[in-house]
């Protein structure tokens, strides 16, 4: 069955590192999507790709970076974690119609 | 912009019947979605909406207003395994730089009771 994975599923890192969140997906959807979710602000779109070598911001893309090499991978970087991006990532993924599918997050804490 | 509003919690119990609400105002729209997510896990998606009018899908229904900015999603015959968090997300029309991206709502909180 095609499925959306990301790893780690949890990740705990400290202030100033890199940390690179992945994502994998076997429906061969060309939309890839990267969200943030906190309490009281709901899903926030980071960035986004509607296939490969195409990348865009999201509205809070400000501290992340994303790479599309093939159709199946998103990875997420922080390039220097900052304690405000402790939060709950969600990967999702789309075809036809922009139903989305959502990975299982990762749960990232910055000390 | 977007700007999608739901209540933040509602509390029914076993059995009955719960209506959330969703409104939003978007410069060009194109389909809503809704979305149960339960606590920890991811959202799974429940319906899409594009006419005006009512979908059934067994117990869940969910209503979109075009011209009101206004959609509910509908839960009957309530079971303690609905308790989660449903989202709502617009779609807008599309354009390249809005293609297939969803604006959510922060989301609400059921509480369903024995």
């Known amino acids: 069955d095609a499925e959306i994975t990301q790893s780690p599923r949890h990740k705990i890192t400290e202030t100033g590192r890199q940390v690179t969140l992945a994502c994998h997906q076997t429906?061969?959807?060309?939309?890839m999507f990267w969200y943030r979710q906190d309490l009281g602000h709901g899903l926030r779109l980071i960035h986004y790709?509607?296939?490969?070598?195409?990348?865009n911001k999201g509205e809070v893309s400000d501290g992340y970076s994303v790479s599309r090499s093939n159709t199946e991978d998103l990875p997420l970087t922080l390039e220097s974690a900052a304690s405000s991006q402790t939060s709950v990532y969600f990967c999702a993924s789309s075809g036809v119609r922009d139903t989305q599918y959502f990975g299982p997050g990762t749960r990232l804490t910055v000390l | 912009g977007q700007n999608i509003d739901q209540p933040t919690e509602m509390t029914a119990t076993e059995g009955a019947i719960v209506q959330i609400n969703c409104t939003y105002q978007t410069s060009g729209f194109n389909g809503l979605f809704w979305y149960q997510q339960h606590a920890g896990e991811a959202p799974t998606f429940l319906s899409y909406?594009?006419?005006?009018g009512l979908e059934e899908k067994g117990r869940f229904s969910s209503f979109l207003s075009r011209s009101k900015g206004y959609s509910y999603l509908l839960l009957k015959e309530l079971q303690m395994k609905d308790s989660a968090s449903y989202l709502c997300a617009v779609t807008q029309a599309m354009t390249t730089d809005s293609w297939g991206k969803l604006q959510f709502g922060a989301g609400t909180q059921v509480v369903v009771t024995p």
């Open positions: 909406n594009v006419l005006d």
């Open positions: 790709s509607y296939g490969v070598q195409d990348t």
């Open positions: 429906w061969n959807h060309n939309n």
